[in-house]
């Protein structure tokens, strides 16, 4: 049996073996693979299961007359769709075959084929019937972009299962283009933008969190700094509960955003409504949105109150004034809902359940509803969407307040002529117990964690908390979620982060009640998902950066640069294995985006006091001294070796002091020169961490922590009209714009 669960392991894409950090063998077990087939819903409990299992995928595609989806490029036309038929020997003489090909605007074309027409190319006998395989072709290429192919075969006889004389078949056609998109500046130019933690922002105006309009006000400060871009944290929807439901990267769902960046003294409602502005002013909630403003660490709960309580008030007049007299402001929301479809459906119907559910059952997930609410399908589901629709609504006018201020922002950056404007980060997947793993939930593995193997920076592993999409469902609904996902993403995004980008080519699942170490790697129909980021990207005008740092084939690099997504290199990565010593900026690609650090990593100030090895140590993160006092010289070697690489590249004087020690704390100067040295790289992008300028020590999160430490909640020092005024930035400004507009990177078309 255990050959044969190795075999159907091997056909599902579980692969057998894998390769930690160190060069180390790891067997994936039995008992893992077992784990991993049955989240996938196969059937393994005999023998004949297996076998019937397997004998499923080794028939395949003969047995499906069609895949369910075909992703093409553009550049292999015209099309030709293979077809695979159950037909006695010279039935296919009786035979005719139509096809309709229609395009997202509902043009159609169709095709005919019967008779002596019919080519048979091949044909296989399967359980005693024969298949037989017939090529459907076009004679013109299409453009890029999505289609429906309905092919409809009829016989004059009745030959087909049950009796029937027809087949018919839907399947999806995706063609794409062969790259994602660069814009033109940046074909042979550069560019360089800041990153923010856009909840940390500080501001008189806002309510204790960073909004829309605080990053309106940042893009036009960058903007005239000649930044080409502003880097934000995801603004993917989350639980906002701690201590688990902070994190921008383990949303509830990547298709919808936090009501949290609203900034309410912008909607018009606000300005309208008596009572609301009546509230706002009332001496409680005075009180409560001072302390809000002034705490140093971010309460999203406090603030998502206060803001939930407003926003309840100015739906109540909207949904009177505009929505129930179908004013222009009413009719817009009805086209957004229009347009939002199903999916923004059950995400509001989805957050109506879960408020209700909360106070009549304390629950937190929907695992833990009744069971009669486990599926959006269901009878009681469905009784209580039409009990509750105003509520529903209201939370899709959440949804559209959230979309007109994300694209004033956007049009600004736009405006004010930044090439790139807004680059936003997708987090790699949602917690099993929000909407889309409620929604979607065919398409999402059972049991299943999704995480990474143990390494020297994780010695126990990683488990993120998030279930994985299963390759085959995923495929099998066309990519529906995965389009979803990435459209949404790219809307007002002029550059999009994909986080773990390996996770396109294969993704490290974790049993439930397993640890890491027992995890295995699962494969995903990369060239598929990669070409469908593609076309998204090319229709957005969206530069891609896929995150490629850690443990990864340069086979996966390669692939994803022959696409034109963006590498992503940190300075403290990249040196001269399995020398300590940092590369120069010439070993740099061109087609990259270079930073110094990320929110899981040290400030450039913490990294030079040691902050981040001296927070492990009072949280007890070391097993012993010994790990902790290598970490310390490993640190001061770093150190020194940077301001030895400084050095060798004239960026600070050769009397500058070689040893850390003469240099006790970071230096604007010294930071400068760290930036001063990613900006002589070929990398077409340069960003600029907010933190590392104004001289923050603590990083935003710190993994492995969970309330340990103040994750994903630390509000920067200065308030943003402070730092508009304060000179690094201008110091840093004028550096950058001397050596981006004097050094051109070599030409991607070499």
């Not at 406090?302 to 803001?307: D, Q, R, S």
């Not at 070689?658 to 990613?678: D, G, H, R, V």
Request: glycine share 6%.
């Amino acid at each position: 049996m255990d050959e044969l669960i190795g075999e159907l392991s091997e056909l599902c894409g579980i692969l057998p073996e894998y390769y930690d950090i160190s060069g180390k063998k790891h067997i994936t077990s039995i008992k893992t693979k077992k784990a991993i087939l049955r989240s996938m819903n196969l059937k393994i409990d005999s023998i004949d299961s297996i076998l019937a299992e397997i004998n499923q995928r080794k028939c395949q595609p003969w047995k499906n007359i069609m895949e369910s989806v075909y992703v093409i490029s553009a550049h292999d036309q015209p099309l030709k769709i293979p077809l695979y038929l159950p037909i006695k020997e010279g039935d296919e003489s009786k035979l005719a075959i139509s096809w309709s090909l229609e395009n997202e605007s509902g043009q159609k074309d169709t095709f005919m084929l019967s008779g002596q027409d019919i080519h048979v190319s091949d044909q296989q006998w399967i359980d005693g019937i024969r298949h037989i395989h017939v090529t459907l072709s076009e004679n013109d290429a299409k453009d890029i972009g999505y289609y429906t192919i309905v092919v409809d075969c009829r016989h004059t006889d009745c030959i087909f299962e049950g009796g029937r004389n027809h087949l018919q078949k839907t399947a999806q056609v995706i063609i794409t283009p062969d790259t994602c998109y660069i814009p033109p500046e940046l074909w042979n130019g550069r560019a360089w933008g800041l990153s923010i933690n856009l909840y940390a922002i500080r501001s008189d105006k806002n309510w204790g969190i960073g909004d829309f309009t605080d990053l309106a006000r940042i893009v036009r400060w960058i903007a005239g700094l000649k930044g080409s871009f502003v880097g934000i944290n995801p603004l993917h929807a989350i639980p906002i509960t701690r201590p688990f439901g902070l994190s921008p990267y383990s949303p509830i769902s990547r298709l919808f955003k936090n009501f949290i960046y609203l900034d309410l003294e912008q909607i018009p409602e606000v300005i309208e409504s008596e009572d609301a502005r009546a509230l706002i002013a009332s001496d409680d909630f005075i009180k409560e949105l001072e302390e809000a403003k002034t705490e140093n660490l971010a309460d999203y709960e406090k603030v998502a109150k206060l803001k939930k309580e407003i926003l309840r008030n100015t739906f109540s007049l909207f949904y009177k004034k505009h929505f129930m007299h179908n004013t222009r402001r009413g009719n817009d929301l009805k086209n957004y809902i229009s347009k939002g479809g199903r999916d923004l459906e059950y995400f509001a119907l989805f957050l109506a359940l879960w408020e209700h559910l909360k106070k009549t059952n304390n629950s937190c997930t929907w695992q833990e509803w009744p069971e009669d609410y486990h599926t959006p399908s269901s009878k009681e589901v469905q009784e209580f969407r039409r009990a509750n629709r105003e509520e529903i609504l209201f939370y899709q006018y959440i949804q559209w307040l959230i979309d007109g201020q994300h694209k004033h922002v956007a049009e600004e950056a736009h405006h004010l002529g930044m090439g790139i404007g807004l680059y936003h980060d997708l987090a790699i997947g949602s917690v099993g117990g929000g909407s889309d793993a409620w929604c979607y939930q065919d398409v999402f593995a059972r049991d299943m964690g999704v995480g990474a193997p143990p390494d020297n920076f994780s010695p126990d592993g990683q488990n993120w908390g998030f279930p994985p999409l299963d390759p085959e469902k995923l495929k099998e609904t066309g990519y529906e979620l995965f389009i979803q996902i990435i459209r949404k993403n790219m809307n007002y995004s002029g550059a999009l982060r994909i986080d773990h980008a390996l996770g396109m080519f294969r993704l490290f699942w974790i049993p439930k009640g397993s640890t890491p170490k027992e995890g295995a790697y699962i494969c995903y129909p990369s060239e598929d998902l990669l070409r469908i980021i593609a076309l998204e990207s090319v229709r957005n005008k969206t530069v891609v950066i896929a995150e490629d740092l850690g443990t990864i084939g340069e086979n996966v690099r390669e692939t994803l640069a022959k696409f034109h997504m963006f590498s992503y290199k940190l300075f403290y990565f990249e040196r001269n294995y399995p020398d300590p010593s940092f590369s120069t900026p010439d070993k740099y690609p061109d087609l990259a985006l270079c930073a110094v650090t990320t929110h899981d990593l040290p400030t450039i100030y913490g990294y030079w006091g040691k902050r981040d090895i001296e927070v492990r140590k009072q949280l007890g993160k070391y097993s012993n001294n010994t790990l902790w006092q290598q970490q310390i010289k490993e640190r001061e070697r770093d150190k020194r070796l940077i301001l030895s690489t400084l050095k060798s590249q004239g960026i600070i004087p050769v009397g500058y002091p070689s040893e850390p020690k003469m240099i006790p704390e970071m230096t604007p100067e010294l930071c400068l020169a760290i930036y001063q040295y990613l900006a002589l790289t070929p990398c077409k992008l340069l960003l600029v961490s907010l933190d590392d300028i104004i001289g923050t020590l603590n990083q935003q999160n710190m993994p492995g922590t969970v309330d340990s430490y103040p994750n994903w909640m630390q509000k920067i020092p200065l308030t943003l009209e402070e730092m508009v005024l304060d000179r690094r930035f201008s110091d840093l400004s004028n550096m950058l714009r001397k050596i981006i507009l004097t050094l051109l990177p070599q030409d991607l078309t070499r």
